[in-house]
């Protein structure tokens, strides 16, 4: 078993910043994808970001364009999310996610084997 655990998440005004942690702990696994969603009340949960083990390989949603930033430390087993320019329509719960099939990235959430409990944000106008 894999449980993993965000922090960073709160309330901030619009056009601030955020930086969401995810720590991986369990299991070991050395080859994997880490990925962000969000869910937003009454809508279903959509992809944000993901990341390559390795760290070479990032992908995004389209619909951030570049306002957000994913790293990761790949020793640490921890995966950054850097949320700039925030938008209130950025409000949400952010979910990590780990895929131990790392061969893509995948932006559906049944691709993926592990789920943290959330971390709420906050955007206010």
């Known amino acids: 078993q894999v449980q993993l655990e965000e922090s960073g998440g709160g309330l901030v005004q619009a056009g601030g910043s955020l930086r969401l942690s995810c720590a991986a702990s369990g299991r070991t696994f050395s080859s994997y994808v880490m990925g962000w969603f969000r869910q937003a009340p009454g809508k279903e949960r959509e992809f944000v970001a993901a990341i390559k083990w390795s760290g070479a390989i990032t992908y995004y949603a389209d619909f951030l364009k570049g306002r957000f930033a994913i790293s990761l430390d790949n020793a640490k087993k921890t995966v950054y999310l850097q949320m700039d320019s925030l938008k209130p329509e950025d409000t949400a719960v952010y979910y990590c996610?780990?895929?131990?099939?790392?061969?893509?990235?995948?932006?559906?959430?049944?691709?993926?084997?592990?789920w943290g409990q959330g971390t709420q944000v906050t955007v206010s106008s």
């Open positions: 996610a780990l895929d131990l099939n790392f061969a893509f990235i995948e932006t559906m959430t049944a691709k993926y084997d592990y």
